[in-house]
C-alpha cells in the first residue's frame, strides 16, 4: 500500500477495503509495506500526522472485529510490538507458514526472493540486522529521518537503472522456499515486485502456483490499481478490481 502523505486516493480506497474486510473476513493479513516509510515506532506513534491517525484507526476498527496481522515490507520491516499493539495487531513471521482452509500456504513479503539483485540483498542483510537496527532506533529523530531519506532517494536513483529481470524474483529462490516449506505446502503468496499475477510451477514433482499480489496506487498513476488474495475452502483467489471498484471503495460505497 505505501502509504503516506501524499497518497490521499489510495489510502481512501485502502480504508474502504479495510471495511469490507472486518465485515466479511474471518482474519486480515498484510503482508508488509503498509506504509511508505516507518523510522520506529516510538516516532510514528508519538504525534501521528493526520494520514497516519486515520490510517491507525481503521486499523484498529478491523482489529476490533476480526484478528488482524502485520507483516514486515523492504519499507516497513521496523514495524515493532508497539506499533501492533496499538492496532490490536499480532506481527508475522516473513516468511510464514498458514493454516488456512485451502491447506497451508507459504505467505512472504516477497523481497527476499529477489536474489538477482544482489546491491540490494547485501542491503537487505545490513538493515534486518538487529544490532544494526537497535543502533538506528538509537539515534535522535531528526537523525532517523534523514537516513530513512537518503535511503529512498537511493532506492529510487537505482531502480530506475534496474531491469524487471533483476527486480523480479529468482526461480529457483521460489522453488527452494516451497521446497524448505515442507511436502504438503503447494502455494505461494508474495507482494513486492508490483508484477501481480498468478504461475503455476513443479517443485519436486509436485504442482505448485505463486500468487503475487498487487500494489495499491490510486494517486502516481493514470491506472488505478490494486488488490488482494481471499483464502477459502475453494482455494485461493486473486482479486484485481477495476478503476470504477477502487473509487467506489474509497468513496465507500461498494457493496463487496
Known amino acids: 500500500m505505501h502509504l503516506g502523505p ?5 489510502a481512501a480506497a485502502f480504508h474502504g477495503f479495510l471495511r469490507q474486510a472486518a465485515a466479511q473476513a474471518d482474519a486480515l493479513i ?3 509495506d503498509l506504509f511508505d516509510a516507518w523510522t520506529g515506532d516510538d516516532i510514528g506513534l508519538a504525534s501521528p500526522e493526520p494520514w497516519l491517525r486515520a490510517a491507525l484507526n481503521a486499523l484498529q476498527q478491523v482489529s476490533a472485529r476480526i484478528p488482524l496481522w502485520l507483516g514486515h515490507g523492504n519499507r516497513d520491516f521496523l514495524i515493532g510490538p508497539a506499533l501492533a499493539r496499538y492496532v490490536g495487531a499480532r506481527l508475522l513471521t516473513d516468511p510464514a507458514l498458514l493454516d488456512t482452509d485451502a491447506g497451508p500456504v507459504l505467505l512472504a ?3 527476499q526472493y529477489c536474489l538477482a539483485d544482489r546491491n540490494y540483498q ?3 542483510r545490513i538493515v534486518r540486522n538487529r544490532g544494526v537496527q537497535a543502533a538506528y532506533l538509537a539515534l535522535p529523530v531528526a537523525a532517523r529521518r534523514r537516513i530513512a531519506a537518503w535511503a529512498r532517494g537511493r532506492s529510487r536513483s537505482a531502480n530506475r537503472y534496474k531491469t524487471q529481470t533483476i527486480m523480479d524474483v529468482t526461480p529457483h529462490a521460489i522453488a527452494t ?3 524448505e516449506a515442507g511436502p504438503d505446502v503447494h502455494a505461494l503468496i508474495h507482494g513486492h515486485t508490483h508484477r501481480p499475477g498468478r504461475h503455476a510451477l513443479t517443485v519436486d514433482n509436485r504442482a505448485c502456483e505463486r500468487l503475487v499480489l498487487p500494489d ?7 491506472t488505478p490499481r490494486g488488490g488482494w488474495v481471499v483464502i477459502d475452502t475453494e482455494g485461493l483467489h486473486l482479486h484485481q478490481p477495476d478503476a470504477a471498484t477502487l473509487a467506489e471503495m474509497a468513496a465507500g460505497q461498494a457493496s463487496k
Open 109 to 111: 513479503h516477497g523481497d
Open 177 to 179: 522456499a516451497l521446497r
Open 6 to 10: 501524499d497518497s490521499p486516493a489510495t
Open 216 to 222: 495499491w496506487d490510486l494517486d502516481h498513476t493514470a
Open 30 to 32: 498484510l503482508a508488509g
Open 122 to 124: 547485501r542491503f537487505r
